[in-house]
């Protein structure tokens, strides 16, 4: 199994600003994937990312908006840029094992 | 991916065996069956997982018929603390876990 830390776990930010997303895996993973998930709705896929590449964005998602960092096999970073209100939501991390994937907890993000 | 179909809600009581079925008709042949189950505030948490016909552990089964168009799972004996979502989700695990999450079934047990 695998325990995974995001920081911050909420947080309230002026539009405009940029706010990066911490995920901490306490294990090497090949695979992290970040999420976004909006209130009442499921979650929606954003990237995935891998060590030592880019990060592979779905439709709709654009590096220039939610860049994504993975230095290392146990960490990784997400920053939602230019943030506007309709950025407002729940970000989560996640990494596979060969039969399950583990979620952190969110960071629940509002934009005013 | 192949696309899953869920209940969007279910009531339940609490003692009561509650079943939701998940139909997945474009289901591949290297496709495994998993289910999460999400709390409000938190993370989506592993269930059970299968291929074919059924699986057990501690928390519920996981009916799959030959044909793995559908699956059930089943969780037993229900209680306030298993009020929760839960996901259906579909995929070939050699491609890593970055699933397509459908709406998910929101399960509400009533005492």
């Known amino acids: 199994s695998a325990v995974i830390s995001q920081k911050p776990s909420r947080d309230i930010c002026q539009r405009g600003t940029s706010l990066t997303i911490q995920c901490q895996v306490d294990?090497?993973?090949?695979?992290m994937f970040w999420y976004r998930q909006q209130p009442g709705q499921s979650l929606t896929l954003i990237a995935t990312a891998n060590q030592g590449s880019e990060a592979t964005y779905e439709s709709g998602f654009v590096i220039d908006k939610f860049p994504i960092s993975r230095p290392n096999l146990t960490f990784s970073t997400l920053t939602v840029s230019n943030m506007s209100p309709e950025d407002s939501s729940i970000y989560l991390c996640?990494?596979?094992?060969?039969?399950?994937?583990?979620f952190g907890q969110g960071t629940r993000l509002t934009v005013v | 991916l192949a696309k899953t179909t869920q209940p969007i809600s279910m009531d339940s009581y609490e003692g009561q065996e509650v079943n939701i079925t998940c139909s997945h008709n474009n289901i591949a042949t290297n496709d495994y069956i998993t289910w999460y189950q999400q709390f409000p505030s938190q993370g989506p948490r592993f269930i059970i997982q299968?291929?074919?016909t059924k699986v057990t552990n501690e928390v519920a089964s996981l009916f799959i018929p030959a044909d793995r168009k559908s699956s059930t799972l089943s969780l037993p004996r229900v209680s306030l603390s298993d009020t929760a979502v839960y996901y259906c989700?579909?995929?070939?695990?050699?491609?890593?876990?970055?699933?397509?999450f459908g709406p998910g079934t929101r399960l509400s047990v009533l005492p």
């Open positions: 299968g291929y074919k």
């Open positions: 996640s990494t596979g094992g060969n039969t399950e994937a583990f």
């Open positions: 294990s090497q993973v090949t695979m």
């Open positions: 989700l579909v995929g070939d695990l050699n491609y890593g876990q970055n699933f397509v």
